[in-house]
């Protein structure tokens, strides 16, 4: 209780700071302040058997056999060797395989160069089932959505959901997004959500708005990211994005439109979504829900590509995802640069203010929201 009283007082303090930057007419609609606390592609794997019948790819070891066939020995030979050297092969046979791939008839390091590699046709989904949107693409290759049971275009999951990085399951996220989620955001800086309504407990049209933040995310005691924290917003319009959308029994919905936010390497460059969709439960402690589009294919490739030890199969990962794209192509060679895909995410409450210190929204509900009505501060929209 100690330590409650003292964070509300501390909220009080920042408040009452900045109160005087805030204008003293009433706002007409409610705003509502998140920050985005998880995010990664969205998986299913409910039944890896039913998606990956074929089991083919399977883990780290199953990729040394792989590659070790990859630089010329059998596949007896190959087993022989991951059993005598255990899942990390000898830096000998590592650095023979990191350089398997030829240029100019000389070897070059497969990561930088996987356009010169041969495919190792790695397994793809043939589920039936995958979160998305209907994206209007011209695949005949047809997700049903396990939410909303709608026809949906997800060709990521069907490249890289056989992958045994990618059998994550929520709070889990695919291998490496989970260790370049944890640097990043001790690191750099992360994303507000807010939601303007006239009253967001009800059904109704609303805005989403998107934005960078300028400070990385905070830390809780646990290691989890803390609600109800301060951030201020980018004033570079580079990362701003608006949303015309409408809740329905808590569900919010977007018009879609184009989505950008820069991000920062080891995980993704940005987040860039044409033709973005949204589909989230909107509650004032938190949103949970998926956004959907066309991604870079070749970006997302070089997420994995520049972090191989992953268990992933980088190069595998490259071709499928090749092969998958479904949109954009490019009018000399024809090949698409633009692939289907989903994220999932997560949001929790927090204060945000502008470049100038003036708070335009504030949580949605808790104790800290009437504290914050009870300082005689009003929201700027």
């Known amino acids: 209780m100690a330590l409650k009283s003292q964070r509300l007082r501390h909220l009080v303090c920042v408040l009452a700071g900045v109160g005087a930057g805030l204008s003293a007419s009433p706002s007409h ?12 592609t969205a998986t299913n794997v409910v039944d890896f058997k039913a998606n990956c019948p074929l089991d083919k790819n399977g883990g780290q070891v199953n990729l040394n056999v792989r590659q070790l066939m990859g630089i010329g020995y059998t596949k007896e030979e190959a087993l022989q060797i991951v059993q005598d050297s255990g899942a990390q092969l000898t830096p000998e046979f590592t650095k023979r395989i990191n350089v398997n791939a030829k240029l100019n008839d000389r070897p070059v390091p497969i990561f930088n160069y996987p356009e010169a590699t041969e495919d190792p046709q790695i397994e793809m989904v043939t589920g039936k089932f995958a979160y998305g949107f209907d994206l209007s693409s011209k695949t005949a ?10 026809m949906i275009d997800n060709q990521l999951w069907r490249a890289v959901g056989c992958l045994d990085s990618f059998r994550a399951v929520p709070p889990g996220k695919p291998y490496p997004e989970e260790l370049s989620w944890n640097l990043m955001i001790d690191s750099a800086p992360g994303w507000s959500l807010r939601l303007v309504g006239d009253d967001l407990s009800k059904d109704g049209k609303v805005t989403v708005i998107l934005d960078r933040l300028t400070q990385h995310l905070q830390r809780d005691a646990t290691g989890n990211v803390l609600s109800n924290a301060t951030y201020i917003m980018e004033s570079s319009k580079r990362s701003h994005n608006e949303f015309q959308a409408e809740i329905k029994n808590g569900m919010l919905t977007i018009t879609p439109k184009d989505l950008y936010l820069e991000a920062e390497h080891p995980f993704y460059f940005d987040i860039a979504l044409k033709n ?10 938190k949103i949970v829900g998926y956004w959907g589009g066309y991604l870079k294919w070749q970006d997302f490739a070089y997420m994995y590509t520049s972090r191989p030890a992953n268990g992933a199969d980088s190069i595998g990962m490259y071709h499928a995802l090749k092969k998958m794209a479904d949109a954009d192509p490019d009018p000399k060679t024809g090949q698409n640069r633009l692939i289907s895909g989903t994220y999932r995410m997560e949001a929790i409450p927090a204060f945000l203010a502008d470049d100038s210190g003036k708070i335009v929204a504030v949580p949605g509900g808790g104790e800290e929201s009437t504290v914050a009505a009870n300082t005689g501060i009003k929201v700027a929209n």
Do not use: L
């Open 29 to 40: 609609a409610e705003t509502r302040g998140y920050i985005v606390s998880w995010f990664a």
């Open 141 to 150: 290759q047809k997700f049903e959505d396990p939410d909303t049971h709608q």
């Open 276 to 285: 973005a969709h949204m589909r989230m439960q909107v509650t004032p402690e």
